[in-house]
């Protein structure tokens, strides 16, 4: 059976006796729900990525002690989160300038560019303003387009407490936005 | 839960490019060949066996001490016996087993064959 085709029961077996495709195979499986997790803790995706890879590397040396019958995702989500919290904490302890993960387009119209701008501040006003969990819920959701499942399995809480982030979230960013439709009707 | 990173701002989505998370799981999967290795080493089927290894030299050692027990106390050379055997071959009076049986070279003379006094 090829990795690809192998249940993650298989995978993990294979892995923890050193095979190399059956953890590339796990790493590639999980790589970009990981990414996104990584990234709620991390201030750039550079930083997302090597706390991604750091998680991998903890879970694959972890393997031995892992019980093949219990589902390997959450078991994996728990790791990204650790490696996640404490890199929070020496970021928060040491201080870390984060690089911008994007650069404006060149070709965009100005006004329009402008607008943009002025909208991408205010829901970005509107995100610092919610709690952690309510943000990451709304990203992950709503910016990254994972099911409510997902997210409650890479977060490691209830669906239902995710709906309920989320739907508290899209209220809080609603009153932002609808703020700022107002002043330009206004104007 | 802890609570995710208070740095607030709409990222963009994730890469929808196929190549980048190729080359991502590429490095992963190539930064964790050290562990990797060294997981199939403490896997490789001649462990078994090496956590077996004092098993096994004490077992050598109680069969190498039973040999020497269980062997006799002295054996005869098989050459003595050989010999022996040869020697009852011939009449104790055979001079040309003498000849064959004894430590010492022969006389020449006695390798030649008698004259008869006959012509052939």
């Known amino acids: 059976m090829s990795p690809a085709h192998a249940s993650d029961g298989q995978l993990v077996n294979k892995a923890r006796a050193g095979d190399r495709n059956a ?11 990981a990414l996104a997790v990584a990234w709620e803790y991390a201030p750039s995706r550079d930083d997302a990525e090597d706390l ?9 040396r972890g393997l031995e002690g892992f019980d093949e ?3 390997f995702r959450p078991w994996l989500f728990t790791i990204i989160r650790n490696v996640g919290r404490n890199a929070a904490e020496r970021n928060a302890r040491w201080g870390s300038v984060a690089v911008p993960d994007t650069l404006p387009a060149n070709d965009a119209d100005p006004a329009d560019l402008a607008h943009r701008a002025l909208l991408r501040e205010r829901i970005d006003q509107g995100l610092d303003l919610l709690p952690p969990m309510q943000r990451s819920c709304f990203r992950l959701c709503d910016v990254e387009g994972f099911e ?14 995710v709906r309920t982030h989320r739907h508290r979230a899209r209220a809080t960013l609603r009153t932002a936005l609808q703020r700022l439709q107002d002043e330009r009707k206004a104007e | 839960m802890n609570e995710p990173h208070d740095r607030g701002a709409l990222r963009p989505r994730l ?14 999967t ?10 199939r080493s403490r896997n490789a089927w001649w462990n ?42 011939f009449d104790p009076g055979d001079e040309v087993g003498a000849v064959f049986v004894g430590g010492a070279a022969p006389e020449l003379a006695s390798l030649l064959v008698a004259q008869t006094g006959r012509e052939p």
């Open chain 1, 23 to 33: 953890f590339g195979a796990l790493v590639a499986q999980y790589l970009r729900p």
């Open chain 1, 52 to 60: 991604v890879q750091e998680a991998f590397h903890r879970a694959l």
């Open chain 1, 69 to 71: 019958r219990l589902p």
């Open chain 1, 148 to 161: 409510v499942s997902e997210v409650a399995e890479m977060l490691g809480v209830a669906s239902a407490t």
């Open chain 2, 15 to 28: 890469p929808d490019d196929p190549t980048y998370w190729e080359a991502l799981a590429y490095r992963i």
């Open chain 2, 30 to 39: 190539d930064s964790a060949e050290p562990v990797l290795a060294e997981l």
């Open chain 2, 48 to 89: 078994p066996l090496a956590r077996l290894a004092p098993a096994f030299g004490v077992g050598a050692l109680a069969a190498t001490l039973a040999a020497f027990v269980a062997l006799p106390a002295a054996v005869e050379p098989a050459v003595q016996t050989q010999e022996g055997a040869f020697a009852d071959l």
